[in-house]
């Protein structure tokens, strides 16, 4: 995800302004150097991402056609960014991923990407039907993209093409779909502001905690545990019946109902919340005490040769393996 070998240089040197962009220098070297490299790969992405625009491109019009260009134009340029944007990190995941012997190689992008990536561009299509309020549609495009998270993992096992651009894009992407959501029913007034700040601040921990750990302490695997798989679907299910209720319930049903919808979403996010901070206070402790282990080691290594720093350099790089799981991150232990 980041060049594991190169980030252990990072984290070697200190982690100062110079240190981290000789980081991104090297990091940009070897993306241009790999590419080419893959052509075949190159192209199946290029591929993929142009059956996705091509897809996009008859969702604008359709929306153009039932709402007017006012809805059509905007999600034509949003899909479009976003589309480029994620095919730009695709692209630079298989220059960093070119030649790692613990990858499986690749020679296509595999269909559950693509599907994931249809769902990415969906993102822009519900928030602004939810900006328009129009109800009716937004249920089934939220049903829709929200049934594309299951059918990609099912078919990446089904068709054994799990991928190291899958496992990563698939969690990424549902972060940035269910915040958009929540900030666009916030924004559209159909949902108190403290649940969105709620959810926002779950998947911030999640994101920013699991790029900590990785950046900082050696990578880490997303291991969903059945409390976050259960919280997650249920978020999913209240938030589908919410929009299915904007959509049909009456002004006096509406009165007596939403604030419990409102409150439970509340309730599932704040759970979620104090579990991540739990889960990330174990995995720091695990951590930590595995880099101490690892100086300990490196240090009395150092004295029974007399070479410190070599055998500290040494310890530093060595290859990861199959670690202990702690809740939802999976981290290499020596």
Sequence with gaps: MFAEDLLRD????????????????RVTSRVARNLPEEAELVRSAAATAFVVFALQFGAALLLSWAFGRGVGVPYLIASSVVLLLASFWILTHIGLLHGEPATRPLRRIPFPVLITLVRLVSVPAIVLLIRDHVWGVVVWVFAASASTD?????LARALHQESPIGSVLDPAVDVAFNSAVFTALALAGALPWWVTALMLVRYGLLVFGTCYLYVFHGPVRIQPTAFGKLTGLLTSVLLGLLLLGLASWSDAVRGRLKEVFDIGLGLLAFATIIQVVFIGIANLKSVETRDLEDTVLARRAGLASGTIASSAKSASSK???A????????????
Excluded: C, L, N, Q
């Design 319 to 321: 290859e990861p393996v």
């Design 323 to 334: 670690g202990k799981i702690v809740g939802d991150v999976r981290w290499p232990r020596g």
């Design 10 to 25: 990072f984290r070697r040197d200190g982690v100062t302004p110079g240190s981290a962009w000789t980081y991104a220098r």
């Design 150 to 154: 299951v059918i990609d993992g099912v």
